[in-house]
T-cell receptor, first 115, second 117 residues
Framework: AQKVTQAQTEISVVEKEDVTLDCVYE???????LFWYKQPPSGELVFLIR??????QNEISGRYSWNFQKSTSSFNFTITASQVVDSAVYFC????????????FGQGTELSVKP | GAGVSQTPSNKVTEKGKYVELRCDPI?????LYWYRQSLGQGPEFLIY????????DSGLPNDRFFAVRPEGSVSTLKIQRTERGDSAVYLC???????????????FGEGSRLTVL
């Protein structure tokens, strides 16, 4: 069975601090995809990143960066110099190859960035 | 519109009633997904369509839940004899297929909030 665990339920930081959101996944499949989505108060899930299981290169996009480590089954997300607009619930998700793109979500981490 | 559209945005009903929730996916997207999100939880998979057919309905909780997508575009999630435990936000997403038959990014709608009194 597949599972995604986001152990941090809530995180609160002050603006300009760096923050890392943890994600640990479980699967016996060798080909899979990992995702991060952002859910602002409006409720619509916004795609942030998709990585496949064969690409462990870290990725940076502006203030966002992702660290994928298969050895520890982790796919952590770091926001550098956080801003108030980063306040949202962030979800990590797993999709198994050839299962139709069905996403298995973690419980989410609510990030609050205070001015 | 350009995004996934869901109606109604809010639905309040009484226990035992029948409810329909509608999803209009992004034009040209062949894959359509329904998820349910309870307060403080991540979205939970319900059913996935590829074209008109339900390719995976393993997430439907029981036979009170049913979904259709008769023309391969708009989908309707139907809930019979609603129960208080069905109260949640029902999210719809669509996607286009890419390499190897797998999908990439799922585009989500804003959801339909169902409250069963």
């Amino acid at each position: 069975a597949q599972k995604v665990t986001q152990a941090q339920t809530e995180i609160s930081v002050v603006e300009k601090e760096d923050v890392t959101l943890d994600c640990v996944y479980e699967t016996r499949d060798t080909t899979y995809y990992l995702f991060w989505y952002k859910q602002p108060p409006s409720g619509e899930l916004v795609f942030l990143i998709r990585r496949n299981s064969f690409d462990e290169q870290n990725e940076i996009s502006g203030r966002y960066s992702w660290n994928f480590q298969k050895s520890t089954s982790s796919f952590n997300f770091t926001i550098t110099a956080s801003q108030v607009v980063d306040s949202a619930v962030y979800f990590c998700a797993l999709s198994i190859y050839n299962q139709g793109g069905k996403l298995i979500f973690g419980q989410g981490t609510e990030l609050s960035v205070k001015p | 519109g350009a995004g996934v559209s869901q109606t109604p945005s809010n639905k309040v009903t009484e226990k035992g009633k029948y409810v329909e929730l509608r999803c209009d996916p992004i034009s040209g997207h062949t894959a359509l997904y329904w998820y349910r999100q309870s307060l403080g939880q991540g979205p939970e998979f319900l059913i996935y369509f590829q074209g008109t057919g339900a390719a995976d309905d393993s997430g439907l909780p029981n036979d009170r839940f049913f979904a259709v997508r008769p023309e391969g575009s708009v989908s309707t999630l139907k809930i019979q004899r609603t129960e208080r435990g069905d109260s949640a936000v029902y999210l719809c997403a669509s996607s286009s297929f890419n390499e190897g038959g797998n999908t990439g990014e799922l585009f989500f709608g804003e959801g339909s909030r169902l409250t069963v009194l």
